[in-house]
């Protein structure tokens, strides 16, 4: 399995520490090394930008509902004391 296929499986740490090594060996590497990490940034790149969306999305539904429910809770607390 090569290392672009195991990216999904990787947590976002182990993803950063990737992105770094991708980064400072695209500049300081052997040429081997440089063109796996030319063909690697994208990859790294799009899998980091994709799970930020996502967590971005996550964390704007939660938001929501946390709201609706303090809304309910507030109509009922208002409705109880009437």
């Known amino acids: 399995m090569t290392i672009d296929e195991r990216i999904p499986e990787f947590t976002d740490k182990e993803l950063?520490?990737?992105?770094?090594?991708a980064l400072r060996l695209s500049t300081a590497g052997k040429p081997a090394q440089q063109a796996e990490a030319a063909r690697l940034?994208?990859?790294?790149?799009?899998?980091?930008e994709s799970r930020r969306a996502s967590r971005?999305?996550?964390l704007a539904e939660k938001k929501r509902v946390r709201q609706v429910a303090m809304a309910d809770a507030r109509a009922k607390k208002k409705a109880a004391r009437k």
Do not use: S, V
């Open 16 to 21: 950063e520490n990737l992105h770094e090594n």
């Open 41 to 48: 940034l994208p990859i790294i790149t799009a899998a980091m």
């Open 56 to 58: 971005t999305a996550e």
